[in-house]
Nanobody
Framework: QVRLLESGGGLVQAGGSLRLSCVAS????????MGWYRQAPGKQRELVAA???????NYVDSVKGRFTISRDNDKNTVYLQMNSLKPEDTAVYYC??????????????WGQGTQVTVSS
C-alpha cells in the first residue's frame, strides 16, 4: 500500500525558511523521480520541484534560487528546503511521483499534505 507522509510545514514570516520532509512507502522509491507540489486556496495544484532517481533537479521559475529539493534513498525520504519565503508561497505542500503510472501509484492518491503559511 502506497503511503506518502509529509511534514515540516508551519507559520513563518516573509524571508524565513522551512524544511519539508516526505516519507514514502509501498513503491520503489529509489527508482522513481519525486516531486513537491503545492496548492493554494482557489488555485490548481502545481509541481514546484522535482528530483530524478539519479538526483538531478528542476524547479518552477517562481521558486528557482530559493527552494532546493533533495532525496535520501536509504530513508525513502524527499526533502524541500525553502528559503527566502514569500507570502505567495502560502499553500498546502504535497509530495508525489510525477510519473505516478510508472511508480505504480493511483493517479488520485495524495498524502495529507503539510500547510505552509508565510506572513508578510
Amino acid at each position: 500500500q502506497v503511503r506518502l507522509l509529509e511534514s515540516g510545514g508551519g507559520l513563518v514570516q516573509a524571508g524565513g525558511s522551512l524544511r519539508l520532509s516526505c516519507v514514502a512507502s509501498g513503491f520503489s522509491f529509489s527508482s522513481n523521480a519525486m516531486g513537491w507540489y503545492r496548492q493554494a486556496p482557489g488555485k490548481q495544484r502545481e509541481l514546484v520541484a522535482a528530483v530524478s532517481s539519479s538526483g538531478s533537479s528542476n524547479y518552477v521559475d517562481s521558486v528557482k534560487g530559493r527552494f532546493t529539493i533533495s532525496r535520501d534513498n536509504d530513508k525513502n525520504t524527499v526533502y524541500l528546503q525553502m528559503n527566502s519565503l514569500k507570502p505567495e508561497d502560502t499553500a498546502v505542500y504535497y509530495c508525489n511521483a510525477p510519473n505516478r503510472k510508472l511508480a505504480g501509484i493511483d493517479d488520485d492518491y495524495w498524502g495529507q499534505g503539510t500547510q505552509v503559511t508565510v506572513s508578510s
